[in-house]
């Protein structure tokens, strides 16, 4: 995600304040589980516990997997959470790459 430093920074904390996040896993993340035995047939319903800003690897986070009580950690980067967009900064999240491509695209 193509984010200057102080936006991603921005995002991270107003991420973190509304912790814990409710998400889906995007198709690629869904596999991974799936090969873990961690996801049955359907998508599961994730709880993101802890969002961070990994550097090079971009923004990641720390989750689990809803309504299983002992339910290991997991890490991925965000691009492959699918975030509940009724968080304002989900929103916020999803429109800034519709931004910058009609920017490239000009």
């Known amino acids: 995600m193509g984010f200057d ?6 995002l991270v904390q107003s991420l973190r304040s509304a912790l814990p996040l ?3 896993p995007r198709p690629a993340l869904l596999d991974f589980l ?17 969002i961070f800003n990994a ?3 971009g923004l990641m ?3 689990k997997i809803a309504d299983e009580s002992d339910a290991a950690d997991f890490v991925a980067p965000l691009a492959q959470i699918a975030l509940d967009r009724r968080y304002r900064s989900a929103q916020r999240l999803v429109a800034h790459p519709r931004h910058a491509s009609r920017r490239d695209a000009a």
């Open 5 to 10: 430093p102080l936006t991603r920074d921005s």
């Open 22 to 24: 409710s998400a889906r």
């Open 34 to 50: 799936r090969a873990r035995g961690a996801s049955g047939r359907n998508a599961p319903r994730l709880v993101i516990v802890d």
């Open 55 to 57: 550097g090079a690897q």
């Open 61 to 63: 986070c720390r989750f």
